[in-house]
T-cell receptor
Framework: GQQLNQSPQSMFIQEGEDVSMNCTSS?????WLWYKQDPGEGPVLLIA?????ELTSNGRLTAQFGITRKDSFLNISASIPSDVGIYFC??????????FGTGTQLKVEL | SAVISQKPSRDICQRGTSLTIQCQVD?????MFWYRQQPGQSLTLIAT?????????ESGFVIDKFPISRPNLTFSTLTVSNMSPEDSSIYLC????????FGPGTRLTVL
């Protein structure tokens, strides 16, 4: 099935640094979601975006719904060790079915 | 947000056997879904579990291999039938009213 392309695939950052990752699609989506998955757990919803151009924050996280509706980005400010994990974007078209991105693995160096 | 539990959390099964995974939500939800996540990979939708009717399967997934039940608005099961080592994966259920929330997953290993 279709997958969304996420970049980078993985990243090593220093604690305290800001992080940026993005997600692109060849298809238009009506909703963009960002999830974080820790080892042995299911994905946890971080941010949901419903309108093209929308910019939404959740604590140190900020995400934007691209104006073309084919992309989204997620920023994490002042990263901390518990930010380690895999971040997935997901897009929904006209229905409720989600298409997931390929994932960005974040590793934080103390 | 809905709280979702899955049973079993993990299992090791023999080739040719079947395993039924249960998913329980703490409140009534409109939609329930089943996903597969192979090691180190992203999530792939298997099917939408429809309450009171047959599930809607995605391309590449069939009812004979992955029968699904959804008897009410809080519960669903996924059976992985006639298992082979290629079925080793994490199976996740999700539930949605507005946003979609996920259970903790069932880690299946087939020998």
């Amino acid at each position: 099935g279709q997958q969304l392309n996420q970049s980078p695939q993985s990243m090593f950052i220093q604690e305290g640094e800001d992080v940026s990752m993005n997600c692109t699609s060849s298809s238009i989506f009506n909703t963009w979601l960002w999830y974080k998955q820790d080892p042995g757990e299911g994905p946890v919803l971080l941010i949901a975006l419903y309108k093209a151009g929308e910019l939404t924050s959740n604590g140190r996280l900020t995400a934007q719904f691209g104006i073309t509706r084919k992309d989204s980005f997620l920023n994490i400010s002042a990263s901390i060790p518990s930010d380690v994990g895999i971040y997935f974007c997901a897009g929904a078209g006209g229905g409720n079915k989600l298409t997931f991105g390929t994932g960005t693995q974040l590793k934080v160096e103390l | 947000s809905a709280v979702i539990s899955q049973k079993p959390s993990r299992d090791i099964c023999q080739r040719g056997t079947s395993l039924t995974i249960q998913c329980q939500v703490d409140s009534q939800v409109t939609m329930m879904f089943w996903y597969r996540q192979q090691p180190g990979q992203s999530l792939t939708l298997i099917a939408t579990a429809n309450q009171g009717s047959e599930a809607t399967y995605e391309s590449g997934f069939v009812i004979d291999k992955f029968p699904i039940s959804r008897p009410n608005l809080t519960f669903s099961t996924l059976t992985v039938s006639n298992m082979s080592p290629e079925d080793s994966s994490i199976y996740l259920c999700s539930a949605q009213n507005n946003e979609q929330f996920f259970g903790p997953g069932t880690r299946l290993t087939v020998l």
